[in-house]
């Protein structure tokens, strides 16, 4: 049973949009140029959610081996393997979620390649079996700062782009509706924003575990209305827990962050362990990766070209140790977990020595857990359970 109210109401948010899907529609990437889209008149889709989905309904052990007889390694992101194995299979979780026969088909397909270099090969998959147009756009990879020159690259390619979609759809973009879906895509992600901060409280209303659930919407309705009264209500739910002292783990004794992508098949029993610990992973990389401050209505362009390119997975080293700085310090954080993704590469930021960089600079106490996004043959239950209640006790022993 769901502990919050806005896990019940999203449900029926989910419903009206994946039923509401309609030509004209786009497929795009998650951190993708949405605002774009909408205000050119598609109806947006968003692949990886349905990974997500294949994930957590642990449907994916089904179709990552139909992705990899057709050559797509087991090495590569699971998300992909999942979804072009489930298309392969003719399966698809929104059948039984939504009714939906298959994944909707589309008139256009953009990607961008600020998370990783997957979602090209993945959705130019998707364009040959659908004869489909695909739009790429390309930012520089890896930065520390985004610079001027950065920017006007990517609004380039935003302006290639629109030129596409405005042949589609047979018209021009009109410049008050892209201002109108920016404004309401800054609104609902200071609104996701705000309702995560909660968790700065003692004790924390939600965790991290929460907040996966919780920001579907705002992935995939960004830029509408819908998006905006989903966490207006939702934001006050959580304020309104945070001030009357209500606990997502009762007895809270230890405050964790969450480096890395979910384990979508895990959810539940992670999140057992670590309320059984009496711990509360409160923040993460992964739920804030939705909060975008530098969208500006006013400058609608260069402000999507600044957002998507600045986002974490796409920061060199130094931007992102200080960024976790920042975090231990704003949430009050005990310990940070490291998910070292085997199939996501570009959201495993344990590798090149950011956690002990982190533990020499901060003292904080850092885990590296194995596993993946989708595929569970890259993670232990006990192993992870082991590793978890050990590195609780030590953050304990170290508190006493």
């Known amino acids: 049973m769901a502990r919050l109210q806005s896990q019940v109401r999203m449900k029926d948010v989910l419903r009206d949009y994946f039923t509401g899907l309609a030509s004209p529609l786009a497929w795009c990437t998650s951190v993708g140029p949405a605002e774009l889209l909408r205000a050119l008149g598609f109806q947006v889709y968003f692949p990886e959610n349905h990974g997500a989905m294949l994930g957590a309904s642990r449907a994916a052990h089904k179709h990552i081996p139909r992705a990899n007889n057709e050559g797509y390694s087991n090495e590569i992101c699971s998300y992909l393997t999942s979804d072009i194995g489930a298309w392969l299979n003719r399966e698809t979780p929104l059948t039984a979620a939504y009714g939906l026969p298959s994944v909707p088909r589309p008139d256009l397909i953009v990607f961008n390649t600020n998370q990783c270099r997957e979602v090209a090969e993945w959705f130019n998959y998707f364009g040959r079996q659908f004869s489909c147009p695909v739009v790429g756009v390309y930012p520089p990879r890896h930065v ?215 533990q020499q600079e901060t003292g904080i106490s850092t885990l590296v857990i194995d596993g993946d996004l989708n595929d569970l043959r890259f993670f232990s239950d006990e192993r992870a359970r082991t590793k978890i209640e050990t590195f609780v006790e030590q953050l304990s022993a170290r508190a006493v």
């Open 144 to 358: 520390e700062e985004v610079t001027r020159a950065d920017v006007d690259n990517v609004v380039s390619q935003f302006r290639n782009l629109i030129a596409v979609g405005e042949q589609i759809i047979g018209r021009e973009l009109d410049p008050q509706r892209l201002r109108e879906a920016v404004r309401l895509s800054r609104e609902a992600s200071q609104l996701w924003k705000e309702l995560l901060e909660t968790a700065r409280t003692h004790p924390a209303p939600l965790t991290f575990f929460d907040g996966t659930i919780l920001m579907a919407p705002v992935v995939m309705l960004r830029g509408t209305e819908a998006c905006v009264e989903f966490y207006r209500a939702a934001r006050a739910e959580l304020q309104a827990l945070a001030a009357h002292g209500d606990a997502a783990v009762p007895g809270e004794q230890a405050r964790l962050y969450w480096e890395g992508m979910p384990i979508w098949g895990r959810l539940r029993s992670l999140a057992e362990i670590f309320s059984g610990c009496r711990s509360s992973v409160v923040a993460s990389t992964y739920c804030n990766s939705w909060v975008f401050d530098d969208f500006d209505s006013d400058n609608p362009l260069e402000s999507l070209a600044i957002a998507y390119t600045q986002i974490f997975i796409n920061r060199g080293e130094n931007f992102k140790l200080s960024y976790l700085k920042r975090m231990i310090e704003d949430y009050a954080i005990d310990g940070m977990l490291f998910h070292d993704s085997k199939t996501c590469f570009n959201n495993s930021n344990n590798r090149f020595g950011l956690p002990q960089r982190l």
